[in-house]
């Protein structure tokens, strides 16, 4: 964080506490996560937290270029030597320097220009955990959520929600996940995951949608899976949103503003049609339907020798004559990318009304090739 002023609005929301930092500045870091985390910060070094635990610390003021992170599935010795599988700090409980990526960032610098604090939330060395950064005090400028999401699980059968960044979410038939996701966010997915077995450690494994094998996921999932996918606050202070069929098909959603939508590009998303049932045969997986870039792995179907590379084929027209709205290959933007006002809240539906009742037999269907 070589100066706060100049880091990109789009990878964090970036605030400035307005009142002078004469004092120290406490920090409060309370772990509520259904696991242990153990907390790190630079300057402090760091402590085991387990759910519900709270550690605090100070910082002087002019302190700059600090940071707070948590550091996931470490094992330590007596002496405090050990090792995490992220945000790791040279294998020291107590760190000394920055961990290594990836590690959501609370960034900070006391007492700057005008005597005001600077804070902010940093996606630059990746994501691990989400986290909240908000000042106690009631003068400040707080670092507030960007966007909430709520996602719903409508299926008449239990869905696994996932989120990039947010983690996981047994949903039954009606329940319903709220996920706050700090502003700047990009290149951030949902999606439900289907017949999962999780142990009481959270590890198992899922038919479609599985993110190696845990049930709180830390990168994206095993195709097919149907996606929501957003980057918040982008050019224009615009959020921006698709459904992606990329990926293949799992499960019909529905991805929507709450508020300010409803017409031309901030509007309801819909993929509903019989995807599963229906699917070329050369694209068929046990519960859901892979995109052909995903079975072939070429160009033709993954473009991936750059812009123009690659368009349409017979089976990208199998998705899209089915959800016109969704992306059906890698360069479909112009039909299938959608901006809402920064701000926005969103709602995501597994199985909105209109779906087939799922899970479907696959039926025989000749090639789309």
């Not at 224009?236 to 709450?258: M, W």
């Amino acid at each position: 964080m070589s100066s706060l002023k100049a880091l990109s609005i789009f990878s964090f929301l970036f605030a400035a506490l307005h009142f002078p930092s004469v004092h120290a500045a406490t920090f409060d870091i309370t772990n509520k996560c259904p696991y242990t985390v153990w907390a790190a910060a630079v300057p402090g070094g760091g402590r085991q937290l387990n759910n519900g635990q709270k550690w605090t610390i100070s910082a002087a003021p002019g302190t700059t270029h600090a940071r707070i992170w948590a550091r996931t599935n470490c094992k330590f010795d007596g002496a405090g030597r050990g090792s995490c599988q992220t945000g790791d700090c040279n294998g020291l409980l107590a760190c000394q320097g920055y961990g290594s990526p990836p590690n959501t960032l609370a960034e900070y610098a006391i007492g700057q220009y005008a005597n005001q604090d600077y804070i902010d939330i940093s996606n630059i060395d990746g994501f691990n955990v989400p986290m909240e950064f908000s000042s106690a005090s009631a003068g400040c400028t707080r670092v507030i959520n960007a966007a909430t999401f709520e996602i719903r699980n409508s299926c008449p059968y239990t869905v696994w929600a996932a989120a990039s960044p947010g983690g996981g979410r047994r949903l039954e038939r009606g329940q319903t996940w709220n996920l706050n996701v700090p502003a700047g966010t990009s290149m951030a997915r949902i999606w439900g995951r289907t017949n999962c077995n999780f142990d009481g450690g959270g590890q198992g494994r899922c038919q479609t949608g599985d993110c190696t094998g845990g049930l709180q996921c830390k990168g994206w999932g095993v195709p097919p899976n149907t996606l929501a996918e957003y980057a918040l606050n982008q050019f224009g202070n615009l959020d921006f949103y698709d459904i992606s069929l990329v990926d293949g098909f799992n499960i019909p959603i529905e991805f929507s503003p709450k508020s300010g939508g409803g017409s031309g590009k901030c509007q309801a998303l819909l993929c509903t049609a019989d995807i599963n049932g229906q699917c070329p045969n050369e694209l068929r997986a046990p519960g859901g339907c892979n995109n052909p870039c995903s079975v072939f792995k070429t160009n033709k179907y993954c473009c991936t020798n750059g812009q123009g590379s690659c368009g349409p084929t017979n089976f990208s027209r199998f998705f899209k004559d089915r959800c016109p709205t969704s992306y059906s290959y890698p360069q479909d933007d112009p039909s299938s990318t959608f901006t809402c006002p920064g701000g926005t809240n969103y709602r995501v539906i597994f199985c909105p009304r209109g779906s087939p009742h799922f899970p479907l037999e696959m039926v025989e269907e000749k090639s789309a090739e």
